[in-house]
């Protein structure tokens, strides 16, 4: 099942049938750890309306309210070698190969919603940053005791020129406005992902694509009740979190984002999440 968070309250999407739940609260309704119970037993006895699309277009947000938004790092060998070669200048290089091999996982906070956009809207590259790329990440929803109940998709916009520069820039590099995305919609499920499970991502400038990659989860070092049990450990989520697992896509050192390219996101059982890149909003 799909949920999706609404101006006027959320829509349960269920075999291709759209059911809405009007004056949901978001926090409340989110913040269950039978969720999946909850979304079945809500539209059970409820007709489908046949508008869905209209409505989704007009009224979509990004599935966050009171939630924070949290990250993992350097869960790819990919993100290693990548982050390594941006710090290489200075010396930087060694903190990403014991991260990705230590107990502890780098874990950083991300967002709230004010700095969170949602499918169709602008993320930013900072003006003081050069050197900037999309982070298609799967993302963990999470309730306040630690349940995960849903998978969304995460952009971690980071600035490669902050954090190479020196590592202790990562809270720069990693939030400013509009540096996070999450959407479309939460797919709730009682059951695992697929190990194959693929995050795929193009990049398109002025219609044309310039750059495509993709990988699938099952090549994460880390396990996802791991990250989550480390967020969890001193921090308490009353609203529950989003928790983004980290990027095993990086594009070659020689591309940076402009203004205007369109990034789509896309995790098949998830859905495709598109944004475009701004400076200004
Ligand atoms: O170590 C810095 C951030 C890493 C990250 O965001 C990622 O691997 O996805
Ligand atoms: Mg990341």
Request: net charge neutral; hydrophobic share 35%.
């Amino acid at each position: 099942m799909k949920l999706y968070k609404t101006k006027t309250g959320a829509v349960i999407e269920k075999d291709n049938a759209f059911y809405v739940v009007k004056n949901a609260d978001w926090d409340t309704f989110l913040n269950d750890d039978a969720l999946f119970e909850k979304l079945t037993k809500t539209i059970n006895g409820m007709s489908p309306v046949a508008d869905a699309a209209s409505l989704l277009k007009q009224e979509l947000q990004a599935p966050i309210q009171s939630q924070e938004v949290w990250a993992s790092g350097v869960t790819y060998y990919r993100s290693k070698v990548g982050r390594q070669e941006e710090s290489k200048e200075s010396g930087g290089g060694d903190f990403y190969a014991k991260v990705y091999e230590a107990e502890r996982p780098e874990i950083f906070f991300k967002a709230t919603a004010s700095r969170t956009v949602g499918h169709g809207g602008k993320v930013r590259i900072r003006r003081d940053s050069t050197w900037n790329v999309p982070e298609p990440e799967l993302t963990l929803v999470v309730t306040s005791s630690g349940k995960i109940v849903g998978y969304t998709i995460g952009n971690d916009m980071s600035s490669r020129s902050i954090e190479g520069e020196n590592p202790l820039y990562l809270p720069q590099a990693k939030t400013y406005d509009g540096s996070a995305a999450l959407g479309p919609c939460i797919y709730v499920t009682e059951k695992p992902l697929p190990e194959d499970t693929r995050i795929e991502i193009t990049i398109s400038r002025k219609g044309k694509p310039v750059f495509n990659g993709d990988v699938t989860i099952n090549q994460i070092k880390r396990k996802f009740k791991d990250l989550v049990s480390f967020l969890y450990r001193e921090c308490s989520f009353p609203h529950g979190s989003f928790l983004m697992t980290g990027t095993g896509i990086v594009p070659s050192s020689d591309f940076t984002l402009h203004e205007g390219d369109e990034m789509s996101i896309t995790i098949g059982p998830i859905g495709t999440l598109v944004n475009t890149v701004a400076t200004n909003v």
